[in-house]
């Protein structure tokens, strides 16, 4: 029977059709030889003659009928509707009008044919004419179930996921039926704690509402797959669900949330991953930006990167004359000026979009660029940060070039044409630094510190913050890539931690930050917890579905130790002395810390510079290492 079912689905829309409109006429025929012989019987008594030879004269009380009910349903949509969503109200209503129509008809027919009037009559026509229509409405529904199974065979591959939607509200609904059309999928069950819904069946689709009945049926079904149909929960209540999912080791993805449906930019169809700020150990709420940005020109440097090209989108979201694209990657400066494009069209801004190829280490061109285009505000983020790239030897000349005289460039040109304000985004790296990398910025934040103390045209600040989820050289994409291949997943020791916060939020308290900029300030973001790298691997892990190796019951997945990397810390720290100081934003924090005069610096920089053209890394280590606090 499956494969008649799996031929069948095949066919087109309109042989479809015809099936259905030829199975509703033949079920209406068994009716009509169900009911038609004993209203022939009591006919024939009337006229005094043969059953068979009314009952042959009767045809038209099954045609007409017929008919008149099949052209109702097709006229107000009941065949322009999936056969497999029948189960809506608006479609068994109907097929309950649909069914009276023809008991209706069947009735009048035989009052114009026969023309008998009598008062029996008239009872008996109209009883039978109410029985038939219930009949009719009952062979409808048969008729709907009997077609899903063979147009629409669902759960027919043996090698579907079962799937269970957890929301029985409208999301779980329009998902249920999106997973009708995948053969790929089998839904199980609904899950939801509403106690209206307790002990409920939507579609003959059991509701769950206990979290024991989902361990349950993880036992029984190993490749279970939970989709999250919540979209407008809040935040820490999704946590809190998928904090139970994760214990049950069950897979886990979600719709999109909320702000992207209303947004347009998803579907409720598009099932994706859980978004890593699931996993976040508290709610982060941030700020729209405020400021009034109209009238400016706004530069961003390494615009095309993780945090640059999210401060671009919110800085463009904001309207401003015009954003100065600086990117040193073409590939990328290309993608980030396709979706402002795309951004500015969507939300009809008039944002001029300037995409300029450039490195911040030429300061001729960033000259030009400074003189020809009235710059008002720079948002700093070029800078090569992966740890372990910058401290290869090889690496480490251009990594300092780029982080230190590329910052003291670009800083200098917005002292030149007078820029209202200047922003650095810098990393808790900076912060006692065990690495070249972490030194290079904390050397570009004391620069950055030096010149703001020694003019008064320019805002200099900086920024300072951890890991941010999911940006370019994040251990997160690793993992899941990891994941997805069987294991194992790498870690370098079960006792590092991080800070993490995602890169949308990163980025809009940068901006609030860059409000509050007096000068000279050292901002730093509430980044929340440390959170062990090991335990994050694991929750990922429990998340797809998966044991690790370690866990009774399953080969699981591995989680192997390879060992710190050359200059990685166990754990980072924000704040390099004094104490955090409270700003408007609770999520920002500002330290003034100590830092050598200009005169001071002029010189190192000058030493560092005369390194970088020999290509003395040794050297650069060693100045670095002189005049950075806690580089050893």
């Given at each position: 029977m499956n494969a008649i079912g799996i031929r069948l689905s095949s066919l087109n829309r309109k042989t479809k059709f015809l099936i259905v409109v030829l199975n509703d006429l033949f079920f209406a025929l068994v009716c009509w030889l169900v009911f038609g012989p004993p209203m022939a019987t009591y006919i024939a008594s009337e006229f005094s003659t043969g059953i068979f030879e009314i009952f042959s004269t009767e045809w038209e009380s099954f045609f007409f009928p017929a008919l008149i009910s099949i052209s109702y349903l097709y006229v107000f949509g009941f065949y322009k509707s999936l056969i497999k969503f029948f189960d809506s109200k608006d479609s068994i209503l109907l097929s309950l009008t649909g069914s009276l129509v023809f008991g209706f008809a069947w009735f009048a027919i035989h009052i114009y044919q026969f023309n008998i009037i009598s008062t029996s009559f008239l009872s008996i026509a109209l009883l039978q004419g109410f029985l038939l229509s219930a009949v009719f409405y009952a062979f409808l529904n048969i008729s709907r179930d009997v077609a899903k199974y063979l147009l629409y065979p669902y759960n027919i591959n043996s090698d579907a996921k079962n799937i269970i939607i957890y929301g029985a509200g409208a999301s779980g609904n329009e998902l249920f039926h999106s997973i009708l059309l995948d053969p790929s999928k089998r839904l199980i069950a609904f899950f939801d704690d509403s106690k209206n819904l307790k002990d409920r069946q939507i579609n003959n689709i059991?509701?769950?509402g206990s979290f024991d009945q989902l361990e349950t049926l993880k036992k029984k079904y190993s490749d279970l797959e939970v989709l999250l149909a919540i979209p407008s929960i809040d935040t820490e209540k999704r946590r809190a669900i998928i904090s139970k999912l994760e214990k049950i080791k069950v897979a886990v993805r979600t719709v999109p949330s909320f702000h992207e449906l209303i947004s347009d930019q998803k579907k409720m169809t598009d099932i994706q991953n859980l978004s890593l700020n699931d996993l976040l150990p508290r709610a982060r709420v941030a700020k729209d930006?405020?400021?009034?940005?109209?009238?400016k020109t706004l530069f961003v440097s390494g615009a095309g990167g993780s945090i640059g090209s999210e401060i671009t989108r919110q800085l463009l979201e904001n309207n401003p004359k015009a954003i100065i694209l600086y990117e040193i990657s073409e590939f990328s400066l290309f993608n980030l000026e396709r979706s402002c494009i795309a951004l500015k069209n969507s939300k009809k801004l008039k944002t001029k979009i300037i995409p300029i190829l450039g490195d911040i280490k030429d300061s001729s061109n960033l000259n030009y660029i400074f003189q020809k285009f009235s710059v008002d505000s720079i948002y700093h983020a070029a800078a090569y940060k992966h740890v372990p790239l910058v401290e290869d030897e090889n690496n480490i000349t251009v990594a300092c070039e780029n982080n230190i005289i590329g910052t003291y460039n670009l800083a200098l040109q917005a002292i030149d044409h007078q820029v209202q304000s200047f922003v650095m985004i810098s990393t808790d790296k900076a912060v006692r630094p065990s690495n070249v990398m972490g030194a290079s910025k904390r050397?570009?934040?004391?620069?950055?510190?030096?010149?703001?103390?020694?003019?008064?045209?320019?805002?200099?600040?900086?920024?300072?913050?951890?890991?941010?989820?999911n940006s370019s050289g994040s251990v997160i994409p690793l993992f899941l890539d990891q994941i997805s291949k069987g294991g194992p997943l790498t870690i370098t020791h079960k006792n590092v931690?991080?800070?993490?916060m995602t890169i949308p939020e990163a980025s809009n308290l940068v901006l609030q930050a860059s409000q509050m900029a007096k000068g000279g300030e050292v901002f730093i973001l509430d980044?929340?917890?440390?959170?062990?790298?090991?335990?994050?691997?694991?929750?990922?892990?429990?998340?797809?579905?998966?044991?690790?190796?370690?866990?009774?019951?399953?080969?699981?997945?591995?989680?192997?130790?390879?060992?710190?990397?050359?200059?990685?810390?166990?754990?980072?720290?924000?704040l390099i002395s004094g104490d955090q100081l409270p700003t408007e934003n609770p999520k920002?924090?500002?330290?003034?810390?100590?830092?050598?005069?200009?005169?001071?610096?002029?010189?190192?920089?000058?030493?560092?510079?005369?390194?970088?053209?020999?290509?003395?890394?040794n050297e650069i280590v060693k100045l670095l290492k002189e005049n950075v606090e806690g580089y050893t």
């Amino acid at each position: 029977m499956n494969a008649i079912g799996i031929r069948l689905s095949s066919l087109n829309r309109k042989t479809k059709f015809l099936i259905v409109v030829l199975n509703d006429l033949f079920f209406a025929l068994v009716c009509w030889l169900v009911f038609g012989p004993p209203m022939a019987t009591y006919i024939a008594s009337e006229f005094s003659t043969g059953i068979f030879e009314i009952f042959s004269t009767e045809w038209e009380s099954f045609f007409f009928p017929a008919l008149i009910s099949i052209s109702y349903l097709y006229v107000f949509g009941f065949y322009k509707s999936l056969i497999k969503f029948f189960d809506s109200k608006d479609s068994i209503l109907l097929s309950l009008t649909g069914s009276l129509v023809f008991g209706f008809a069947w009735f009048a027919i035989h009052i114009y044919q026969f023309n008998i009037i009598s008062t029996s009559f008239l009872s008996i026509a109209l009883l039978q004419g109410f029985l038939l229509s219930a009949v009719f409405y009952a062979f409808l529904n048969i008729s709907r179930d009997v077609a899903k199974y063979l147009l629409y065979p669902y759960n027919i591959n043996s090698d579907a996921k079962n799937i269970i939607i957890y929301g029985a509200g409208a999301s779980g609904n329009e998902l249920f039926h999106s997973i009708l059309l995948d053969p790929s999928k089998r839904l199980i069950a609904f899950f939801d704690d509403s106690k209206n819904l307790k002990d409920r069946q939507i579609n003959n689709i059991p509701i769950l509402g206990s979290f024991d009945q989902l361990e349950t049926l993880k036992k029984k079904y190993s490749d279970l797959e939970v989709l999250l149909a919540i979209p407008s929960i809040d935040t820490e209540k999704r946590r809190a669900i998928i904090s139970k999912l994760e214990k049950i080791k069950v897979a886990v993805r979600t719709v999109p949330s909320f702000h992207e449906l209303i947004s347009d930019q998803k579907k409720m169809t598009d099932i994706q991953n859980l978004s890593l700020n699931d996993l976040l150990p508290r709610a982060r709420v941030a700020k729209d930006l405020v400021e009034d940005v109209l009238d400016k020109t706004l530069f961003v440097s390494g615009a095309g990167g993780s945090i640059g090209s999210e401060i671009t989108r919110q800085l463009l979201e904001n309207n401003p004359k015009a954003i100065i694209l600086y990117e040193i990657s073409e590939f990328s400066l290309f993608n980030l000026e396709r979706s402002c494009i795309a951004l500015k069209n969507s939300k009809k801004l008039k944002t001029k979009i300037i995409p300029i190829l450039g490195d911040i280490k030429d300061s001729s061109n960033l000259n030009y660029i400074f003189q020809k285009f009235s710059v008002d505000s720079i948002y700093h983020a070029a800078a090569y940060k992966h740890v372990p790239l910058v401290e290869d030897e090889n690496n480490i000349t251009v990594a300092c070039e780029n982080n230190i005289i590329g910052t003291y460039n670009l800083a200098l040109q917005a002292i030149d044409h007078q820029v209202q304000s200047f922003v650095m985004i810098s990393t808790d790296k900076a912060v006692r630094p065990s690495n070249v990398m972490g030194a290079s910025k904390r050397m570009a934040e004391i620069i950055i510190q030096s010149l703001n103390d020694s003019q008064e045209n320019t805002k200099f600040s900086m920024v300072r913050f951890g890991n941010v989820i999911n940006s370019s050289g994040s251990v997160i994409p690793l993992f899941l890539d990891q994941i997805s291949k069987g294991g194992p997943l790498t870690i370098t020791h079960k006792n590092v931690t991080r800070y993490f916060m995602t890169i949308p939020e990163a980025s809009n308290l940068v901006l609030q930050a860059s409000q509050m900029a007096k000068g000279g300030e050292v901002f730093i973001l509430d980044m929340g917890e440390q959170l062990k790298i090991y335990d994050l691997a694991k929750r990922l892990i429990h998340l797809s579905g998966r044991n690790i190796s370690s866990e009774p019951g399953s080969e699981g997945i591995e989680i192997v130790e390879v060992g710190l990397r050359p200059g990685e810390k166990m754990f980072e720290e924000l704040l390099i002395s004094g104490d955090q100081l409270p700003t408007e934003n609770p999520k920002i924090f500002m330290s003034m810390e100590s830092f050598p005069s200009l005169e001071i610096i002029n010189p190192i920089i000058d030493s560092i510079k005369s390194a970088i053209n020999k290509n003395q890394h040794n050297e650069i280590v060693k100045l670095l290492k002189e005049n950075v606090e806690g580089y050893t």
